[in-house]
């Protein structure tokens, strides 16, 4: 499970590039959207497989937002408050703003989310 996080990254990725760009802001939201949301399972699939590696059984990881934050909690974060700050605000961005809103639609914000889940992803190994 290692490197599927980063392969839903470079679907993500691709998915974005299908979308037509005019003025530094893309014109097909549809696009964005799949780009968000796969980022968003990308980011997901990271913490999966750093949850697996610290001993959770595979039937134990989260299913829900909530869930998740409490593993961070729990297993990942349980000293360090920025990884779980951080996850927020892929949340917001990439699950709420950028899937189910449709808010997101300026290239460079884009590109600066899409880094923020790099990031995070390489944080936890993944």
Do not use: W
């Amino acid at each position: 499970m290692r490197g599927e996080a980063r392969r839903y990254l470079e679907n993500a990725k691709a998915c974005l590039r299908q979308a037509l760009v005019e003025g530094g802001t893309y014109t097909d939201i549809k696009y964005v959207q799949e780009a968000c949301g796969t980022a968003y399972l990308a980011v997901l699939k990271a913490i999966d497989a750093a949850l697996i590696r610290r001993g959770v059984d595979e039937k134990d990881l989260p299913q829900s937002v909530e869930a998740y934050r409490e593993a961070l909690q729990k297993h990942l974060a349980p000293k360090d408050g920025k990884l779980l700050r951080d996850f927020e605000k892929l949340y917001k961005l990439l699950h709420i703003a950028g899937y189910y809103r449709a808010l997101l639609d300026d290239v460079k914000i884009l590109r600066e989310v899409f880094t923020m889940a790099k990031t995070f992803i390489r944080r936890l190994g993944a």
